[in-house]
C-alpha cells in the first residue's frame, strides 16, 4: 500500500509487517553494498529419520512422499512418509503404505505403533492398512482457517485403489482428521475427479483465505505407441514448435475458498529457454515470509538423474524470480555421502526460535534408475540390487537463522543503505543484523526529503555490532520512533555486516 502525502511524495505504508532485502522495493539507493543469497547449514544429525524397522522396505522421503509439520495443540513435531514396499520387484504399479513419526525436539523421531497394520507380528505405524485402502503420493497441511476441531488435518492424494473406494479411475481424494492419525474421508471424493498427477502440493495462504494445490504433469510421451518412444523421458523441443505438447514436467496451480469448488488449472511452472534442455519442474512449495511469497521450486535434472531444490521469491503468489545467483538452496553432497544425487521437499520451513527448520529428502541413489521397467533400467548398481534404494532414502534438515535467506553487505570499506519513503505506526524499529568481529550497524531516521531528524541522527544511534534477528535500535534519550510524523526514510551504515531485513513493531 502507497499513501500519497504531498504532490512530489509517496510513502509505502510498511505497517508492522518485516521488511526484507530480497528485492529492491523499498530501496532507493546504496553505495559499496552488495546483496549475498545464504545457504542453509545441514544439521550434524542427519538423516535424522531412515529406515530401521524391520516392517519398512522402501522408505521414501520424495516430493510426492512426505510431509514435516509442528502442532501446536501437543506440541510435537509429525512425519508422514511412504514406504514403497513392491516398487523394486514389481515396478509400476506400485503398492506403498503410508507411515507416521514424532518427536518432541524435531531431532530425534519415534515411530509409535498405531494398531492399524500389523506385519509379521508387528504393530507398526502405518496410519492406513494399504489391504483396505490405499491412498498415494499424499500431501499433509494442518489447516490455518479450521473451524472444526476434527479438521484441523487436511491430506489430499491421488486415488489408487479406485476397486474398494468406488468412483471412477483416479481422482484427487480429501481426508480429514483431528490429530494426523486417525482420517476420515470427504463425503464427495473425489473432490477433483479427473486428477492423474502423482505429485500434489496442498498449502493455504490465511491471508488470501485460499487453499492452492500445486500439481506436476506432463514427462509422457503423451500416448505416443512407436517404438522410438519410452514412457520415462521424451524428447523436448526447445522451440516450441505450434502444435508440440509440452514435454517435460510442468507445474500447475488450482485454488478454492472451501476445498470443494477448485479453479481451473493455471499453468505457473514451464521449463523455459533459462533453464537446462534436460531440466523438468517435479514440484513447488511456497510460503510467506513478512509481506513476501517465498518458494522451493524442485528440479529434476533428467540425464544425470538427479534432483535439486531452488529458491524463488514473489510480491503476490503468481509473478516468481529467481535469485541471482541461481544455485540450489541446499546443495548436495559429496560422494558416498546420504544426500549424493538427490535433495527436495514438499513441506514449507518451520519457525524454530530464531531459525529457519528446512526439512528435506536427502538420496543415495537416483530420482528413478531403480524403479524403471527392468528393460529400460541403466546397468547401474542400484538397478540390479535393492538394497541401495532401500536404505538409500533418507529425512534431512537444514537451518538457516529467521529470515536469513538475503543480507545487503558491507565488508572492509563501509557502505551505506538509504530506503524509499515508508509509513508505520509501529513504536520501535528493529534490525535483523549480524556483525563480523570489527563490524557495526548505524541507522539514522531522515524525512521524505532527506533531512535529518535532529534526535534520530547516526551520531545519537547507539551502535550495533552484535548478531541478533530482532534487535531493537535505540539513539541517545530514544528507544522509540513514535513520535516522528509522518514518513520517513532509514539510512543504515555498516562495516563488516550484513543487515537482512527491519521492522517497525510496538513489541
Given at each position: ?11 509505502k505504508d510498511v505497517?508492522?509487517?518485516r521488511?526484507l532485502?530480497?528485492?529492491n522495493?523499498v530501496i532507493a539507493?546504496?553505495?559499496n553494498?552488495?546483496r549475498?543469497?545464504?545457504t ?5 544429525a542427519?538423516?535424522i529419520?531412515?529406515r ?13 512422499a ?5 502442532d501446536?495443540?501437543d506440541?510435537?513435531y509429525?512425519c508422514w512418509y511412504e514406504?514403497f ?13 503410508l ?6 525436539d524435531?531431532?530425534n523421531?519415534e ?6 497394520q500389523t506385519?509379521d507380528?508387528?504393530d507398526?505405524?502405518a496410519v492406513f ?12 497441511m ?5 473451524e472444526?476441531?476434527s479438521r484441523?488435518?487436511k491430506?489430499v492424494y491421488?486415488?489408487?485403489d ?14 480429514y482428521?483431528?490429530?494426523?492419525i ?6 464427495a471424493?473425489?473432490i477433483i475427479?479427473?486428477w492423474?498427477s ?21 514427462g509422457a ?7 522410438d518412444?519410452?514412457?520415462w523421458f521424451a ?16 507445474i500447475?496451480r488450482?485454488e ?7 479453479s481451473?488449472?493455471e499453468?505457473?511452472?514451464?521449463p523455459?529457454d533459462t533453464d537446462?534442455?534436460?531440466d523438468?519442474f517435479y514440484g513447488f512449495v ?7 511469497h517465498?518458494?522451493?521450486?524442485n528440479?529434476?535434472h533428467q540425464v544425470d538423474n538427479?534432483l ?6 514473489s510480491?503476490?503468489?503468481r509473478d516468481?524470480?529467481?535469485f ?8 548436495r ?5 546420504y544426500d549424493?544425487?538427490?535433495i527436495?521437499?514438499p513441506?514449507q520451513p ?7 527448520w528446512i526439512?528435506?529428502g536427502g ?10 521397467p ?7 548398481p542400484?538397478a540390479r540390487?535393492?538394497k541401495?534404494?532401500e536404505?538409500?532414502?533418507h529425512?534431512?534438515l537444514a537451518?538457516?537463522?529467521?529470515d536469513g535467506?538475503?543480507s545487503l553487505?558491507a565488508t572492509?570499506?563501509?557502505g551505506w ?6 509509513f ?10 549480524r ?11 531522515m ?7 535532529e ?9 550495533f555490532t552484535?548478531d ?5 535500535v535505540k539513539w541517545?534519550?530514544h528507544?522509540?520512533v513514535k513520535e516522528?510524523?509522518?514518513?520517513v526514510k532509514?539510512k543504515f ?7 537482512y531485513?527491519?521492522?517497525f513493531?510496538?513489541s
Amino acid at each position: 500500500m502507497y499513501v500519497a502525502y504531498s504532490h512530489d511524495t509517496v510513502s509505502k505504508d510498511v505497517g508492522n509487517t518485516r521488511q526484507l532485502f530480497i528485492d529492491n522495493d523499498v530501496i532507493a539507493v546504496v553505495k559499496n553494498v552488495t546483496r549475498r543469497q545464504h545457504t542453509p547449514v545441514k544439521h550434524p544429525a542427519n538423516p535424522i529419520i531412515k529406515r530401521d524397522k524391520p516392517w519398512e522396505v522402501t522408505t521414501y522421503f520424495r516430493t510426492s512422499a512426505f510431509n514435516v509439520i509442528k502442532d501446536p495443540v501437543d506440541d510435537l513435531y509429525k512425519c508422514w512418509y511412504e514406504d514403497f514396499y513392491e516398487y523394486f520387484s514389481k515396478g509400476l504399479p506400485s503398492r506403498e503404505r503410508l507411515y507416521y513419526a514424532q518427536s518432541t525436539d524435531g531431532l530425534n523421531w519415534e515411530k509409535p505403533p498405531l494398531g492399524k497394520q500389523t506385519i509379521d507380528g508387528h504393530d507398526t505405524n502405518a496410519v492406513f492398512d494399504p489391504e483396505v485402502v490405499m491412498k498415494g503420493c499424499p500431501s499433509i497441511m494442518l489447516d490455518p482457517l479450521a473451524e472444526d476441531p476434527s479438521r484441523r488435518y487436511k491430506m489430499v492424494y491421488l486415488n489408487l485403489d479406485t476397486s474398494k473406494r468406488g468412483g471412477p479411475p483416479g481422482g484427487l481424494g480429501l481426508d480429514y482428521s483431528p490429530d494426523g492419525i486417525d482420517w476420515t474421508p470427504d463425503e464427495a471424493n473425489p473432490i477433483i475427479p479427473g486428477w492423474i498427477s502423482d505429485v500434489e502440493i496442498l498449502t493455504c495462504d490465511p491471508e488470501d483465505n485460499k487453499y492452492v494445490v500445486w500439481g506436476r504433469y506432463g514427462g509422457a510421451a503423451g500416448g505416443s505407441g512407436h517404438p522410438d518412444m519410452d514412457s520415462w523421458f521424451a524428447p523436448v523441443w526447445p522451440g516450441r514448435p505450434e502444435g508440440v505438447w509440452g514435454t517435460r514436467r510442468r507445474i500447475y496451480r488450482l485454488e478454492s475458498p472451501d476445498l470443494k469448488d477448485w479453479s481451473e488449472p493455471e499453468l505457473l511452472w514451464d521449463p523455459d529457454d533459462t533453464d537446462n534442455l534436460d531440466d523438468a519442474f517435479y514440484g513447488f512449495v511456497p510460503w510467506r515470509a513478512g509481506e513476501m511469497h517465498l518458494g522451493l521450486l524442485n528440479v529434476l535434472h533428467q540425464v544425470d538423474n538427479t534432483l535439486d531444490m531452488y529458491l524463488h521469491y514473489s510480491r503476490d503468489g503468481r509473478d516468481w524470480n529467481r535469485f541471482l545467483d541461481h544455485r540450489p538452496f541446499v546443495p548436495r553432497g559429496g560422494e558416498g555421502s546420504y544426500d549424493q544425487f538427490d535433495i527436495e521437499t514438499p513441506s514449507q520451513p518451520l519457525i524454530v526460535g530464531d531459525e529457519m527448520w528446512i526439512y528435506y529428502g536427502g538420496m543415495s541413489v537416483h530420482h528413478d534408475w531403480w524403479i524403471m521397467p527392468h528393460d529400460q533400467r541403466p546397468d547401474v548398481p542400484e538397478a540390479r540390487e535393492a538394497k541401495y534404494s532401500e536404505d538409500g532414502h533418507h529425512l534431512c534438515l537444514a537451518t538457516l537463522r529467521l529470515d536469513g535467506y538475503v543480507s545487503l553487505d558491507a565488508t572492509v570499506r563501509e557502505g551505506w543503505i538509504e530506503t524509499k519513503p515508508l509509513f508505520s505506526t509501529g513504536s520501535r524499529l528493529y534490525i535483523n543484523g549480524r556483525c563480523g568481529p570489527k563490524g557495526y550497524i548505524d541507522v539514522e531516521i531522515m524525512d521524505n526529503w532527506n533531512n535529518v531528524w535532529e534526535e534520530y541522527s547516526r551520531d545519537k544511534c547507539q551502535r550495533f555490532t552484535g548478531d541478533a534477528v530482532r534487535h531493537p535500535v535505540k539513539w541517545s534519550g530514544h528507544d522509540t520512533v513514535k513520535e516522528i510524523p509522518g514518513g520517513v526514510k532509514l539510512k543504515f551504515y555498516l562495516r563488516d555486516a550484513e543487515v537482512y531485513g527491519f521492522q517497525f513493531a510496538d513489541s
